[in-house]
Every structure is written in C-alpha cells, then in structure tokens.
C-alpha cells in the first residue's frame, strides 16, 4: 500500500520534496499540501495531482494523510509537530525541530506521553555518503581518537529573512548535529567570534561568524558560517586524529580544462549538493514508517541541536565561552523496540 503523505510549506524545500516523494520514492505519494502562500501551493497541489488545504492542521488531521512531512517556516514546526502527535501520525520535519530548547522539550514530552516514536528531524547530513565515509573511518580507529574538526559552511546569499541568529540555529544546526552523530558525544561549552562583516551583507548581519565547540571529551571544533561568500554551496569538515585525517570529498562534477583552467562547478545551493543524501532520508523514512520503526534523527536529536544552538546564541550575545547543560536523556528515547537510530 501507498504511504499517504501531507506536506506543509511547499516553498524551496517542500516542493522539491513533493517533488522527490512524487518521482524518487517507491511506495509513497503525496495527497495532501497547504502553505500561508495559497497560490503557490494550488499550483503545486494541481501540478502533483493532490488536494490544497487552507491550514496545515487539516493536512494532519485528515483521513487520507497518512504521514506528513514539515517544511514550513522555521517557527511553524513545534505547534505543527505537536499536531503530529496528537493525531498519532508520523512526521518528517525539516531542521530546525523547533526555534528553542524549550520547545523541543515540550515536543519530547508529548512524543513520551503518546508512548510511540513518531518523529524524525530532516538531519539528512547523515544520510551522505562522504559523512557516512568519515563515521566509518573515526570508528574503525585508522586515524586514532578525534582531536579537532575543521568545518566550513558557507552559502552564496542568504534566504530573504536571515538573521545572525539564524546563521546558528537555521544553518549550523546541520554541523550541530553531524558533528555530535560523528564523533558519538555530546557538547560541553560553545563560544562565537565574530570576525570583520562581508560589506556584502545586508546591513545588521553579522556575517561570517566563527563557532567553536568543545565536545565532554575534550574535542575541539570550529565551524566558519559565512552565508554572503558569493561562489557557491560550499560544506567542508575535516577530521584531525591521532595519526592521520580524514575529510569531506569535494561532489562529483565533471572536470573542465577551457581557457587555460581546470576546473569543477561549486553547487549553487543544497538542492543539488546534498540531493542523494535527501533521497535516500526520504526512501528510508518511507520505510521505516511503514514497518513503525523509525531510526533516522529522532526528536531527542532535535531538542540537543537546539540546545547546543541556543547556547551558541547566547556566547554570541555575551561574547563569552558558554557551557552548555546537556539534559539527560529519558530512556524513551534509548528503546531497543524502535531500532538503532542513525
Ligand atoms: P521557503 O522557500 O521560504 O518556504 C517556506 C514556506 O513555508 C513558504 O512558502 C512560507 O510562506 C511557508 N509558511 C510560512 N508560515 C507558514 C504557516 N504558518 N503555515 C504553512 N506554511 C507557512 O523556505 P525553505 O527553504 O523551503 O525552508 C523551509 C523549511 O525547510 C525551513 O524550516 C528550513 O530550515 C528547512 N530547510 C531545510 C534544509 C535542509 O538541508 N534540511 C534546506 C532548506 C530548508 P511565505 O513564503 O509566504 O512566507
């Protein structure tokens, strides 16, 4: 039987989604999607042969949705992922889980309360070959114990809406959680620099912005976020060990020697640079929530990112280093039932 998805927020991301439920992924499709932008969303609704709803509640709590993805606007997910869980229906919700710890928290609770695991965070970085390449590598213990991580996220313009604040709780989120998933430990202190802004930012950004975390064991991690760089999408992460690194692979693309260069493309954006990555989150999600075991990035996942984000935050705020109170993790969330979560 087809998995009936609703899909909430059919902008950038949701229609590409749509898109790849539609075209990709075997043994789903989507019936049902709404948006605030109502025009945009009946187009896509007509174009992929399913029903516009005014609110994404009715997406959720419509009989014919069987699941539902989340990519709506960034402060729309808790409450529609509350829903979620009200209806006992699974979902898929783009990062951030939600814009605080607090709200996470209050997700975490609901998700308990129900007794069923119904939720994973789009933390697609962990379904991409080069990260699963650099987890295999730290866990085999070629390169010794992690010392330091070196990563780099750069985007060529921001979205319309970006904020400083977004550039750790939008967009480093996806090295928050990466990050913690490669080495297997969770963090202890943040801090943030700010070097000299880009003249290229719109005015109040701060942009580039410098993070540094430190993991309990002592691992020491700075990521570069410079959402204005003007090239490409760029997503670096190197590995230092004990006895030898390991880093990202640049993505395939074809060589060009013309005019006295060799050269590759950068990818504009995401949409491209992570797509296999998306694909495969999307085709296991599909299955997994058709055998009720999930075990992509759960809300427990979702609720550290975010603390680790609003930590960040705040040493930006302060200027100062931050330690960082991880809660303890409830043994909902370590069930054997549900798989071993990626
Ligand atoms: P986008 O193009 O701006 O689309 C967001 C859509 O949600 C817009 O159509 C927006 O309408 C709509 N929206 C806002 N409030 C809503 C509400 N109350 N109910 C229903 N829809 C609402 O942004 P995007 O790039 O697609 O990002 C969407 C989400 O995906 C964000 O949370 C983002 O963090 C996440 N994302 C994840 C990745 C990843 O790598 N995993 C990549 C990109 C984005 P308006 O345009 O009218 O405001």
Known sequence: MELRI???GTGAIGEDHI???????????????????????????????SVFYETGEQVIHSKEVDAVVIASWDPTHAHFVLECIKASKYV?????????????????????????????VGFMRRFDKGYKQIKSVIESGKIGEPLMLHCIHRNRIPGPKHTTVMSIKNSVIHEIDVIR???????????????????????????????????QSGVRIDVESFVNCQYGYDVQCE?????????????????????????YEIYPDWSDRF?????????????????ETLFGPSAWDGYVACVTADACTRAREEGS??????????????????????
């Open 6 to 8: 609703g899909v909430i």
């Open 19 to 49: 898109r790849r439920i539609t075209n990709v992924v075997a043994g789903a499709k989507v019936v049902a999607v709404s948006d605030i932008n109502v025009e945009n969303a009946k187009r896509i609704a007509e174009e992929y042969n």
């Open 92 to 120: 898929l919700c783009e990062k951030p889980l939600a814009t605080s710890a607090e709200d996470c928290k209050k997700i975490t609770e609901a998700e308990i309360a129900c007794g069923k695991h119904l939720i994973q």
């Open 181 to 215: 998933w490669l080495l297997g430990e969770d963090y202890k202190s943040a801090q943030v620099i700010i070097p000299k802004s880009t003249r290229l930012a719109e005015e109040g950004l701060k942009d580039p912005q410098i993070i540094l975390l430190e993991t």
């Open 239 to 263: 590995v230092v060990g004990e006895k030898g690194t390991v880093r990202l692979p640049d993505p395939a693309n074809v060589r060009m020697r013309l005019k006295g260069v060799n050269s």
């Open 275 to 291: 797509i296999e990555a998306y694909d495969i989150e999307f085709m296991q999600w599909v299955n997994s929530v058709k055998q």
């Open 321 to 342: 280093i931050v330690p960082i109170m991880m809660p303890k993790r409830p043994a909902f969330y370590d069930n054997e039932e549900r798989g071993k979560r990626l």
